[in-house]
């Protein structure tokens, strides 16, 4: 069946360090892959949006990389501060006339 | 900027009442969705609809049906609503599929006591 994975629940990490927060997913061919950034009682914000055939794609502090062979994107904010902390979504797109599917999150806390 | 509104940011309806829940969206996007969102499932997508009058099943549409009168604007009918229907309901549009970004309201929370 087909499955996307956000590696955990919850991560906790100290300022100044870098998050990596990890998306893998089972049994898609994803032609694009974007993360999100969702805060309590709000909708979720886009952040990046990498394509198939793309490795790395860098925003700011923000760096996402795409895998196909591991299947695998990984998101990293560099020198997380305090404001990082909420929830990350990952989703992705088979094809192009498909919606979004999108992983269950990871909750990320950056501590002072 | 593109600006997704949803009608209500909270609603409290009783078992067996119709609910609507309206989204308007004011950027002349094509594409516009309805998911809802609950604790340790994520987001799932109910219906979503490419263009006026046009709607397709997502992956949860049971006990839900939406309308697309006009572009802007994309309505989530709950016909008789029940207690499992209690969640974060979140609309977002869309310019194409695929390759752009959804811009999502802020969300109704519904209770269905």
């Known amino acids: 069946s087909q499955k996307i994975e956000q590696n955990s629940e919850a991560l906790n990490i100290q300022e100044g360090k870098t998050a990596t927060l990890t998306c893998n997913y089972t049994?898609?061919?994803?032609?694009?892959l974007q993360w999100y950034r969702q805060d309590p009682g709000r909708g979720p914000v886009f952040l990046l949006l990498?394509?198939?055939?793309?490795k790395e794609k860098r925003k700011e502090r923000l760096k996402v990389t795409f895998d196909t062979t591991l299947k695998q994107s990984l998101f990293h904010i560099t020198a997380s501060q305090p404001a990082d902390s909420a929830t990350y979504l990952c989703?992705?797109?088979?094809?192009?006339?498909?919606?979004?599917?999108f992983g269950k999150g990871t909750r990320l806390s950056v501590i002072a | 900027d593109v600006k997704v509104t949803q009608s209500s940011r909270y609603l409290v309806k009783r078992t067996g009442e119709k609910v609507f829940l309206e989204c308007v969206q004011d950027?002349?996007?094509?594409?516009m969705f309805w998911y809802r969102q609950d604790p340790g499932l994520g987001l799932r997508l109910i219906y979503f609809?490419?263009?006026?009058?046009?709607?397709e099943k997502g992956d949860i549409p049971e006990g839900y049906s939406v309308s697309r009168e006009k572009k802007e604007r994309f309505s989530l009918i709950l016909e008789s609503a029940s207690t499992n229907q209690t969640s974060m309901y979140l609309c977002?549009?869309?310019?194409?599929?695929?390759?752009?970004?959804?811009?999502f309201g802020n969300g109704t929370r519904l209770t269905v006591t």
């Open positions: 977002a549009s869309s310019p194409a599929m695929g390759n752009s970004p959804l811009h």
């Open positions: 049994n898609y061919s994803p032609a694009y």
């Open positions: 990498i394509r198939e055939n793309e």
């Open positions: 989703a992705l797109v088979s094809s192009g006339n498909t919606p979004l599917v």
């Open positions: 950027m002349d996007h094509e594409n």
């Open positions: 609809s490419y263009d006026v009058k046009m709607k």
